[in-house]
Antibody, heavy 118, light 109 residues
């Protein structure tokens, strides 16, 4: 069955950048949109946006414009989330999730913990 | 923007009991645009229900979803030990495209 595997935990200093990967397998990667979801410690799920895996066009939620970049390398079925100018408030688990085309996310990555601390 | 309000925030129940979780939208939404997820502590969310009432593959039939308009419900018929988790509703719309509710935690009484 389909699977999304994310890169490992990151510890970064304030002001640095981080790039998280999400590799899809066992399905046609360009056949489904790929979403990013943030979960701060002890908090709920927050949708960050999605990337069209056919065109590479990103869409960002209002709270995630400016410092956030979505990108793809379809040759290796991988999506990326880059966060620039990291702040302590960016400390969270970041998930990628596949849009199944039926208004829901049917497969999720295991999550990547990003810790921002000096 | 559509806001999803889940209630209660926490539900204290015993295994074998019935759980009823509410998700209320700030304006009417299409049933096909409402989904439910389960998140067990330390794990990624898992899709339970899409289209308000359609169980995802592999989801036991003790989970059911219902509702329309602004009021949606997730019911767990008889709680199993593995059902103690946090549950989120989600709306797929246009602006913003995706919204999550704040979550309901089911804890062991």
């Amino acid at each position: 069955q389909a699977q999304l595997v994310q890169s490992g935990s990151e510890l970064q200093k304030p002001g640095a950048s981080v790039k998280i990967s999400c590799k899809g397998s066992a399905y046609t990667f360009t056949g489904n949109g790929l979403n990013w979801v943030r979960q701060a410690p002890g908090r709920g799920l927050e949708w960050m946006g999605w990337i069209n895996t056919n065109t590479g066009d990103p869409t960002f939620a209002h709270a995630f414009t400016g410092r956030f970049v979505f990108s793809l390398d379809t040759s290796v079925s991988t999506a990326y989330l880059q966060i620039n100018s990291l702040q302590a408030e960016d400390t969270a688990v970041y998930y990628c999730a596949r849009d199944n085309g039926y208004n829901s996310f049917d497969y999720w990555g295991q999550g990547t913990l990003v810790t921002v601390s000096s | 923007d559509i806001v999803l309000t889940q209630s209660p925030g926490t539900l204290s129940l015993s295994p074998g009991e019935r759980a009823t979780l509410s998700c209320r939208a700030s304006q009417s939404i299409g049933s096909s645009h409402l989904a439910w997820y389960q998140q067990i502590s330390g794990q990624a969310p898992r899709l339970l229900i899409s289209g308000a009432s359609r169980r995802a593959a592999g989801i036991p039939d003790r989970f059911s979803g219902s509702g329309s308009g602004t009021d949606f419900t997730l019911t767990i018929r008889r709680l199993e030990p593995e059902d103690f988790a946090v549950y989120y509703c989600q709306h797929f719309g246009t602006s913003p495209p995706v919204t999550f509710g704040g979550g309901t935690k089911i804890e062991i009484k």
